[in-house]
């Protein structure tokens, strides 16, 4: 059975076992630009460029998740009950104060953010604040504040940066095949067995970067609600926010794929058949089902 320390290992893992992915897949790449274009001087930079990144996603990736959210830094003195609940809650899980963010958008949504749990965000959304109660709030910040104490933040948050990137790349070298001055003499047959790679690269990056996020197990949504229950000692708390959650189906206005799988519900709304559909290729597990397994 899943525990907080064995998904906090579990995490790490994770974490090493995407850079490491990351660091292959750009490698991989840069031979390709490199062997196309007959540069191996394009590789060294590929893989100088793999390893800042693994840096810079680890160092900066909760600032990209802030501005591509468009949250913006919440006072205690404008947000008090807000702020006081996440003061309150972080001193009860033994948790260093997180920063506190608020984003303007009547969708009601929340997420945890940053590299570990010395330099976390917790984030609500304005529409979070407008519909819940004390209670259900306190539920949905237990809840964010239990990915942080779960380790969940710095996988979910390097994801946004290393899969954004892998697209990018393949993107750039599909691009480069059709319209870029490569290696166009000699072996015609090898040059197009290069393009058809490319090509194969280009479809596949998306999916690779969909599998990825999957890679996310549903069970830390799970996991992390069991957690802020026992936090709040109050699960009907937590439930009922995500009742409330559940019944506003209009989407964020503003949204980035790169995140949506930080937040605690689908940002992007949409019908049930729609909602249906996504499950299967969704990081979150149905709200009815976390309801019923608070509550059930």
Not at 1 to 14: D, R
């Amino acid at each position: 059975m899943a525990t907080l320390y064995t998904q906090q290992t579990k995490n790490v893992e994770k974490t090493w076992l995407l850079m490491t992915v990351f660091f292959v897949v750009v490698i991989g790449i840069g031979w390709m630009f490199s062997y196309y274009y007959g540069n191996p001087d394009i590789l060294y930079f590929f893989v100088a460029f793999s390893i800042l990144m693994n840096i810079f996603s680890y160092w900066y990736s909760d600032k990209i998740v802030i501005k591509l959210a468009g949250a913006k830094e919440a006072s205690k003195e404008d947000n008090f009950d807000l702020y006081t609940i996440v003061e309150n809650l972080s001193i009860t899980a033994g948790l260093p104060m997180p920063k506190v963010y608020i984003v303007n958008d009547p969708a009601p949504n929340a997420f945890a953010t940053g590299r570990n749990k010395e330099h976390a965000v917790v984030c609500a959304t304005t529409g979070l604040l407008a519909i819940l109660n004390k209670t259900e709030l306190e539920g949905v910040i237990a809840h964010e504040l239990s990915h942080v104490g779960n380790r969940d933040m710095l996988l979910s948050t390097v994801v946004v940066v290393l899969v954004g990137f892998i697209s990018i790349l393949a993107s750039v070298f599909r691009n480069s095949l059709f319209f870029g001055g490569g290696r166009r003499s000699g072996d015609g047959e090898e040059n197009t067995i290069i393009i058809i790679i490319g090509i194969i690269l280009s479809i596949l990056a998306p999916l690779v970067a969909m599998l990825i996020q999957l890679a996310i197990s549903r069970k830390r949504e799970f996991l992390a609600d069991a957690s802020g229950a026992m936090l709040t000692r109050y699960p009907e708390g937590l439930a009922s926010a995500l009742q409330k959650i559940s019944e506003y189906s209009k989407p964020m206005v503003r949204q980035s794929t790169a995140i949506a799988h930080l937040y605690i519900a689908d940002p992007t709304g949409g019908s049930k058949f729609g909602k249906k559909v996504s499950n299967l290729f969704s990081t979150h597990p149905p709200i009815e089902e976390r309801i019923k397994a608070l509550v059930g």
